[in-house]
């Protein structure tokens, strides 16, 4: 017998010639160390590819956790937007049928109306188009000279029929509210004006600018520029009287502008 060979015999059933081969040991510890080698490499994918499949399966639920999260929060501010637009709703309405507003409340509109101009899908209402008849925007920032003075009767030249803001000359002055122009031309005691019929009885008027830029029957949104201011007419310095009338009653406008 060869040193350093072992023999595998063969023996078949059918008692054929039995078969032997001579194996070197180098051989077959070589064969068996690769078999082994190749059981561990094995092993150790089905244990690695197991943890990425757990890993892969839990990150797929933290991310479907995170859409479900994620689409909860928007509809909860979106719910927030429609609360906070509701009550901007109701306390215009409340101003504007001449009910006490506080001054919390105006403040909570304010904050209310900040990036929210346009109402929520389903409140497209007759309240929602009183809303936008409300003229709750400033025309122009600048201080208050001459304040609204209502009649005492017949004469009362203590009459003032609107607000008096100074303005530098050629300052833009925009539309309070969203309406169509009823007059714009030239008048001896405002000079340059514009009217706006803003619908259910509501009107703003806007004096002594140097130039208009809009024209009778325009329609404008609130925030537009109509004109720029001046002094022009019966004037003795660059401002804008703003007026609002009520079913042709002049009201204070600070009654509708949002501080």
Do not use: C
């Not at 197991?50 to 892969?56: D, E, M, R, Y």
């Amino acid at each position: 017998m060869d040193k350093g060979k072992f023999s595998i015999i063969i023996v078949p059933h059918d008692l054929k010639k039995t078969r032997t081969f001579r194996v070197p040991y180098a051989l077959f510890y070589t064969i068996v160390g690769l078999v082994a080698a190749g059981l561990i490499v094995m092993m150790i994918f089905v244990a690695t590819y197991g943890t990425i499949l757990v890993k892969s399966r839990e990150a797929l639920i933290y991310k479907r956790q995170i859409e479900e999260l994620t689409k909860r929060q928007e509809q909860m501010g979106e719910l927030r937007r429609n609360l906070a637009q509701l009550r901007v709703m109701n306390l215009q309405v409340r101003r504007m049928l001449g009910l006490i507003v506080m001054p919390q409340d105006s403040v909570a509109m304010r904050e209310a109306e900040k990036g929210t101009s346009e109402l929520p899908q389903g409140l497209e209402t007759e309240q929602a188009s009183m809303l936008r008849a409300l003229p709750t925007f400033w025309p122009v920032r600048g201080f208050i000279t001459n304040r609204f003075r209502a009649a005492g009767g017949q004469g009362d030249s203590l009459f003032h029929g609107g607000v008096d803001i100074a303005v530098d000359r050629g300052a833009p002055v925009r539309a309070a509210a969203s309406g169509y122009v009823t007059e714009a031309g030239w008048n001896d005691s405002y000079g340059y004006y514009v009217q706006i019929d803003h619908g259910y009885g509501i009107k703003t008027l806007y004096a002594h600018a140097d130039m208009l830029v809009v024209i009778m029957g325009e329609r404008v949104a609130q925030g537009q520029t109509i004109a720029y201011s001046g002094n022009t007419g019966k004037s003795t310095a660059p401002h804008l009287h703003f007026q609002v009338t009520q079913n042709n009653i002049p009201v204070d406008p600070l009654k509708y502008l949002l501080q």
